[in-house]
């Protein structure tokens, strides 16, 4: 059997429904599969980003084309060849979760990866939300990211930076490590 090759594949159109399955039967189609992906509809636009694992003429396939299925969903697509999860993974990390909430207000993402940055910390996966409170309608904003920290940083010191950046931007702020 040959080894499977992997593509990052990328898209962003107007939403509508069925387009998961037009993506996902034209991969399919062409010998190959989703291993990893996230979607999400952003105002009227449909958003979409998957890890794309199949041998290389399946991924030759999906490649040339590309076009067609832009023409059928109305998604522009970019297509990246990129290396197997289990080759990109660094193995000297802590799995943490970061979760911060406040009153709505600008800066909120940039100050919370700024000190994971500063850090040495890997993003693994991050996701905000802005919603309002039920009762009282004031606009919330809540953010949630998987990060890889590297073992030689010192998870009290990054505590403590995170805790530094809630008092100035007023958030609830926590990271709590994802292994025993």
Known sequence: MAKNGYMALSGLGPDRPGLVAEVTRFLVERGCSVQESRMAVLGGEFGVLMLVAGAQEGLDSVQSSLADLQAQTGLRLVLKLTASPEEHRRAAVVPCQVTASSLDHE?????????????????????????NAPITGSPLFRLEASVDVPQAVSLPELRASLSEVGQSENLDIELKTLVG
């Open 107 to 131: 800066g909120i993402v940039y100050a919370v990866t700024n000190v994971l940055y500063r850090a040495g910390a890997n993003i693994v996966a991050l996701e905000t939300t802005a919603y």
